[in-house]
């Protein structure tokens, strides 16, 4: 890791010789490598070297190169594309080449000019360094040896880079530090090194980790149908498809909000500019139940709207999960949402076609499954270099045109996500949200997290599964209704149809703008299922026993079972438990009143 202020190499100086779009040929860049940085033209436009052929080299720019030439220089520093990565990060918003949107309107106003060059970091700004190691210890790659409070959420871990091992020459006191001054130094095999508090790491190379593990936590999200029917693990991977209007974003939104992961890093990728102004606007107002603290000191934002350069879709995805990875390293648990990878794809696909690629299906180029790959992969559960163990959950949209599942960058996706919230737009036309299929969507993660559950309740997996059969019979019995109508159908299906129904609008459908149904806890999500289980195990015995759909449906306590996700809060539970006895009673009664037993 190159520290934030440490000598670059020589600059190496070319020309331009042709432009393409955002693609620029470049001669006389010798020793230039694959992957390095490059400023071009007189603006100093921010560009990255992305193939070398001989002598030229094909530079990739990431701002407006309107007006370019022929014959401007260009010059590179001999370096890969990097962020910076320090304290300060969290409660930022920046664009796809890190620079930072909050500076850059206090400079130019509302749009961002050309060339336009600011620190990702305030390099002014002083934070209170506490050392926890001392003079004379011996320190290897990625041990903690200080802690800075970023915000009062976060807890900052100063850590020995990669690639350090050696004696702990020196260690500044406690006080306050810039992130330009020598925090420590280490006497290495090949000389001293100083540390500071923030350094440089390439975006396309992960950071290295001792091991990756296998998930067993839950990723609670709050949200009923994928806590408890589609559950991701922490250090999983999921994607989110969808047509335009089934609640891509709104979904990538509630997931941000309300996760239980201790950081969030929110990619916008090529989605429209006043979505990301909603998240920019709500953050700061909404507070984490769980500490009563604003949400926005827990997330950094990456922001790349469709109104900015199309080349810099693609590295803003890259620059998102670096800095994960960097809190990752830390100890935490850290959620990426990435929307939408379709826009990223398309970046690809217009690049690949200005470079003359051979194109595959629907023209996106034909490295676009290892693309994803190496981003997917960036997930996980992981033991770090410094024995703590750290996750990566990767929660990505996908936005195939006219909702085509077929279409190459959801059927590449699918190949390297464990889990598929399929988003249908049959239920977000009818205002049932979350519009997550429970038909089509699937995951992966059921038997690595049952562990978690059944902490709770024994019977966690087999009460799920019983309520998602009910779900598919439904499913199947919908496509008789459509032939023969419901008062066909024999009296137990009826009933099978109602409560399928009952489930819908009383567990899967959630209101995310009401007080007590945004977020539901783990345990309400149990009791209500117990509820509805409840019903349909005691009263398909009463129907099997003769008595009619209307005998149960006429029970006072029935029309109740709907208002229960969002009359009772979290911390009242069980309300549910004396709801459930009084149902299982009036169900008793109608037994002995009719049946006469």
Request: charged share 25%; hydrophobic share 40%.
């Amino acid at each position: 890791m190159v520290s934030a202020t440490e000598t670059r190499n020589a600059p190496i100086e070319g020309k331009v010789i042709s432009v393409n779009g955002p693609i620029v040929k470049a001669a006389g860049l010798t020793g230039v490598k694959m992957f390095d940085i490059a400023e071009v033209g007189s603006d100093g436009l921010i560009g990255e070297v992305i193939r070398l052929l001989g002598p030229v080299a094909l530079i990739q720019v990431y701002e407006d190169n309107t007006g370019l030439k022929p014959g401007d220089k260009v010059i590179s520093e001999g370096r890969p594309l990097s962020v910076l990565l320090g304290p300060g990060l969290i409660a930022n918003i920046y664009d796809g080449i890190q620079r930072p949107l909050v500076g850059i309107s206090e400079q130019c106003g509302s749009y961002i000019e050309k060339g336009v060059k600011l620190s990702a970091l305030d390099a002014q700004k002083q934070w209170t360094f506490t050392p926890s190691a001392k003079p004379g210890d011996e320190v290897a790659e990625g041990q903690i040896i200080g802690e800075i409070e970023e915000t009062p959420l976060v807890v900052h871990r100063v850590l020995i880079p990669p690639g350090v091992f050696g004696r702990l020459e020196n260690v500044v006191e406690a006080g306050p530090r810039t992130i330009e001054d020598v925090i420590y130094t280490v006497q290495t095999k090949t000389g001293l090194y100083e540390g500071k508090l923030a350094g440089y790491w390439p975006v396309r190379m992960a950071r290295p980790v001792r091991s990756k593990k296998k998930p067993f936590i839950p990723l609670m999200t709050g949200q009923r149908i994928i806590d408890t029917f589609f559950p991701i693990a922490r250090g999983g991977t999921a994607a989110i498809p969808g047509g335009f209007g089934t609640g891509k974003t709104m979904t990538q939104h509630a997931l941000a909000k309300w996760c239980n992961a201790d950081i969030i890093i929110y990619i916008g990728c090529g989605e429209r500019g006043n979505e990301m102004t909603d998240v920019l606007t709500e953050f700061p107002k909404l507070v984490d139940e769980r500490n009563g603290r604003p949400l926005i000191e827990r997330t950094v934002m990456i922001a790349n709207t469709s109104n900015m350069p199309v080349p810099a879709r693609e590295v803003s995805i890259y620059t998102g999960v670096t800095i994960a990875e960097f809190y990752r390293d830390m100890g935490y648990s850290v959620a990426v949402m990435a929307d939408s990878t379709s826009r990223w794809a398309e970046a690809l696909r217009e690049l690949s076609s200005r470079l003359g690629d051979m194109p595959a299906e629907e023209g996106f180029p034909p490295y676009l499954a290892t693309r994803l790959a190496e981003f997917y992969e960036r997930a996980g559960l992981v033991e770090t270099l410094s024995g703590a163990d750290g996750d990566i959950s990767i929660i990505g949209a996908v936005s195939p045109p006219g909702g085509d599942f077929s279409e190459p960058v959801t059927q590449h996706t699918s190949r390297f996500v464990r889990c598929f919230w399929a988003l249908d737009k049959t239920l977000a036309d009818a205002r049932h949200y979350p519009s997550i299929s429970w038909v089509d969507s699937y995951t992966e993660y059921l038997n690595d997290i049952e562990g978690w559950w059944r902490e709770l309740d024994e019977q966690w997996l087999v009460i799920r599964n019983e309520v998602m059969n009910i779900l598919l019979e439904d499913h199947r019995l919908q496509q008789l209704v459509k032939l023969v109508g419901a008062d066909a159908l024999p009296m137990f299906q009826q009933f099978t149809l109602h409560v399928a129904e009952m489930i819908k609008n009383a567990f899967l459908q959630q209101n995310s703008f009401d007080p007590i149904d945004k977020y539901c806890s783990p345990e309400k999500q149990l009791k209500l299922l117990k509820v509805i289980l409840a019903l349909y195990e005691r009263g398909g015995v009463l129907v099997k026993a003769g008595l009619t759909l209307k005998d149960i449906t006429d029970l006072p306590s029935l029309s109740e079972m709907v208002r229960l996700k969002s009359e009772i809060p979290n911390n009242e539970t069980n309300r549910i438990d004396e709801y459930r006895e009084r149902l299982l009673g009036e169900l008793e009664l109608l037994k002995e009143q009719v049946l006469g037993v």
